[in-house]
Nanobody
């Protein structure tokens, strides 16, 4: 069992930056890929970014490429999502997720779905508004 706890959400203005953190605890040795998903108001949960165990491979959804950066510190069992140039369309509850599937499994976009992650945090709200 892996427990995940997100932090760092908040209310920001368009163009601002924010960094989300996700601390993992429990049986973290089995975790390979860590990811971030988000759920905008009234919509389904959607993929944002993921990163391999060593941090060598990462994937992003098109709408955040060039603005968001995912990173991880395995010594601290923590994954981060640094978000720049935030837009109102980034408003959502952001969830951290973990899986034991290999990173190359996610080279295809069709596998970057919530069903391929087995552990989830409680979510943190990010609101972007002027």
């Amino acid at each position: 069992q892996v427990q995940l706890a997100e932090s760092g959400g908040g209310f920001v203005q368009p163009g601002d930056s924010l960094r989300l953190s996700c601390a993992a605890s429990g049986r973290t040795g089995s975790v390979t890929v860590m990811g971030w998903f988000r759920q905008p108001p009234g919509k389904d949960r959607e993929f944002v970014a993921l990163i391999s165990r060593a941090g060598v491979s990462s994937f992003y959804t098109d709408s955040v490429k060039g603005r968001f950066t995912i990173s991880r510190d395995n010594a601290q069992n923590t994954v981060y999502l640094h978000m720049d140039s935030l837009k109102p369309t980034d408003t959502a509850v952001y969830y951290c997720a973990a899986t034991n599937k290999p990173a190359d499994y996610f080279s295809s976009t069709r596998f970057r779905t919530p069903s391929n992650f087995h552990s989830w945090g409680q979510g943190t709200q990010v609101t972007v508004s002027s």
